[in-house]
Nanobody
Framework: QVRLVESGGGLVQPGGSLRLSCAASGSIASINTMGWYRQAPGKERESVAAVTTGGRTNIADSVKGRFTISRDNAKNTVYLQMNGLKPEDTAVYYC????????????????WGQGTLVTVSS
């Protein structure tokens, strides 16, 4: 079993900052890519950012310059630093690992966390 657990969501005023964390646990050998998605009310889930074990990142244009993704490979943890938050950033943020290699040698595909709510409002 592989699990992703997010933390760090909450209510913040426009212009404020939050830092989300996502820790992976289970029989994990390696996780090449970890990322964040978000889903606002009435909208489809969209990719926000992703990072590989080598540190290569991909950031959505809508958050570029405001959000930063990083990871601690030793802890199998990924972070999303969100600065300059706007009301339109309000959403449930989900952690994702497209492919997890387990210690048994098998792969688990599309692992998702339970989501953490970020609300940007005055």
């Amino acid at each position: 079993q592989v699990r992703l657990v997010e933390s760090g969501g909450g209510l913040v005023q426009p212009g404020g900052s939050l830092r989300l964390s996502c820790a992976a646990s289970g029989s994990i050998a390696s996780i090449n890519t970890m990322g964040w998605y978000r889903q606002a009310p009435g909208k489809e889930r969209e990719s926000v950012a992703a990072v590989t074990t080598g540190g290569r990142t991909n950031i959505a244009d809508s958050v570029k310059g405001r959000f930063t993704i990083s990871r601690d490979n030793a802890k199998n943890t990924v972070y999303l630093q969100m600065n300059g938050l706007k009301p339109e950033d309000t959403a449930v943020y989900y952690c994702n690992a497209p492919r997890v290699l387990t210690t048994r040698g098998s792969s688990v595909l599309e692992v998702w966390g339970q989501g953490t709510l970020v609300t940007v409002s005055s």
